[in-house]
């Protein structure tokens, strides 16, 4: 619930998940592996998270407590207009296989705790106002 409040969710447009039901794992939109929305294990852990090309999270940051999620495999938030830097507890993460947050107004520097995400195999954050040299320990990985 802390995801959806801290990027504005009553606001997002495409996406009605808290007035349809209050479980989390059920917010998902479409059919399939690649449902937009939120997807959990059998065990009700947020494994994914995944939103394109809707820009209902205008102004939104990515809150640090995404930290908290360390059973996630894959966060994808493509042209959602999210705004701010990549928290450093994105380095939490460590299940982490993909990322995606292209399209975005981020700004600021790539977080070297990325470079603690041993599983990641692809991270895309291209169409971005990054700055800076991209951390020594992501070229590790």
């Known amino acids: ?10 606001s997002w447009n495409r996406y009605n998940f808290m007035s349809i039901n209050n479980n989390v794992c059920r917010w998902n939109v479409g059919n399939g592996e690649y449902a937009d929305g939120v997807h959990c ?9 995944e ?22 495999t894959r966060l994808q938030s493509v042209d959602t207009a999210l705004i701010g830097r990549i928290p450093t507890e994105v380095g939490l993460l460590t299940k982490l296989t993909g990322i995606d947050l292209s399209s975005n107004e981020l700004t600021g520097r ?5 470079g603690l995400l041993t599983q990641l195999a692809s991270m895309w954050l291209s169409r971005n106002s990054l700055t800076g040299r991209i951390p020594s320990e992501v070229g590790r990985l």
């Open 1 to 10: 619930a802390y995801f959806y409040y801290s990027t504005n969710g009553p």
């Open 51 to 72: 939103f394109n090309d809707d820009d209902s999270f205008r102004g939104s940051i990515i809150p640090r407590e995404l930290g908290l999620l360390t059973k996630l």
């Open 41 to 49: 294990n059998w065990d009700g852990m947020i494994v994914e998270i």
């Open 110 to 114: 790539i977080p070297s705790e990325i």
